[in-house]
């Protein structure tokens, strides 16, 4: 968790009610990281992370009704709320995922359900014990 802990944010935003986010703060403290092999990073965008930084990219997908009940139960305020119903009917992180990397590394994954979810987390670790061999070889 680097955010909280580096504190890589410029200012807080009163109508989202989160902080916001200074890219270029996370990209230079992530910079090093990144440089080893087998690091995850898990963020709602990727529009200012390098395409040199990745292998490969998921998106994880969900029905707009079933994201409307889980961010009515955090508490989201109507326009966040809205705006990230919006993001997600309109595949917005997709489309950004798929402008800033090669189309053939991003991936779409459902999660609208416990099955989906556990299919996700299977693939995903198929997926790295295939990069661990490929990369030890």
Known sequence: TLLPKEQLYDDYDEEYNCPILDEDRVADELDNQMRECGVIVDYHGCDFFPERWFHIV?????????LYEILQMRGYNE???KDNIQCEIFQVLYEEATASYKEEVVHRLPS??????ENNVDQILKWI???IKDYNS
């Open 129 to 131: 014990e295939q990069w």
């Open 112 to 117: 609208n359900k416990p099955e989906e979810l």
């Open 79 to 81: 326009k966040k709320l």
């Open 58 to 66: 998921f998106v994880l997908r969900i029905d707009a009704n079933i």
